[in-house]
């Protein structure tokens, strides 16, 4: 289990926060809103130990202008890249209750795990915890999607090597997984509910990290004038050159 660190007072701070520079967001609602619902939950988790092994290729180009006379010739040179190499990972988070967002699980991470403590109920006072009810197997398919995206983008990040290419697109990739281990953790989520204007509005934080996310109601009005100011000006401009 990873205990909470952050109060209940500490979301509703972080949900106000959030609030502050969103230009388009409703006076109102900022002014105004009061949250329906305010839960701490212990979020069940997988977390997956494995390493993805791969290769991939590449086409690079480079590209050098000049003229000859008064000729201007573009010239392109084409290279074959080759890339592999290994990835170790270790507790990879996939969250094992149909209750919450996916989406928004992933989006509050990073968890840090050196707070990782031995189960025990002297944890749970004042705060709900769920159950799993998505299974290993279930769960496994997102973790081999992170692992295997995850050495995808490390090997086209070393594609270039130091060599000044114009471009880099992937032509083949070949990537194997091997599970070497799972755990199971109960983590830390504020979850905040709060309505506007007969729509709810729901967000997520990290009860460890603070890290906040969720939607937010949009004025129209606003978004109007936005528009307004920018096309108006944009349109004298365009009539003033033409």
Not at 80 to 92: C, D, I, Y
Request: with cysteine.
């Amino acid at each position: 289990i990873l205990p909470f660190k952050l109060s209940k007072e500490d979301a509703v701070s972080s949900l106000k926060r959030h609030y502050k520079g969103k230009l388009l967001l409703p006076k109102l609602f900022r002014d105004n809103n009061h949250i329906e619902e305010l839960r701490g939950i212990y979020v069940p988790f997988w977390l997956f130990d494995g390493e993805a092994e791969g290769s991939a290729n590449y086409m690079a180009t480079t590209t050098r202008v000049f003229r000859h006379g008064d000729t201007e010739i573009t010239e392109t040179s084409f290279y074959e890249v080759q890339r592999a190499g290994t990835l170790p990972f270790s507790r990879v988070p996939v969250d094992a209750s149909r209750k919450m967002p996916d989406d928004y699980m992933d989006s509050i991470e990073p968890f840090d795990y050196a707070g990782l403590k031995p189960f025990s109920t002297a944890y749970l006072p004042g705060f709900f915890a769920d159950k799993f009810d998505v299974s290993i197997e279930e769960s496994s398919s997102r973790a081999d999607k992170r692992c295997r995206q995850s050495l995808s983008d490390a090997l086209q990040g070393t594609a270039r090597n130091g060599r000044p290419y114009t471009s880099v697109m992937p032509t083949g990739e070949a990537i194997h997984l091997k599970r070497t281990g799972v755990h199971y953790a109960l983590l830390p989520v504020w979850m905040l509910h709060t309505k506007w204007q007969g729509k709810d509005y729901l967000f997520a934080m990290n009860g460890q990290t603070g890290k906040l996310v969720g939607d937010l109601p949009v004025d129209k009005r606003k978004v109007a004038a936005w528009f307004a100011g920018i096309s108006v000006p944009l349109m004298i401009l365009l009539a003033f050159l033409l």
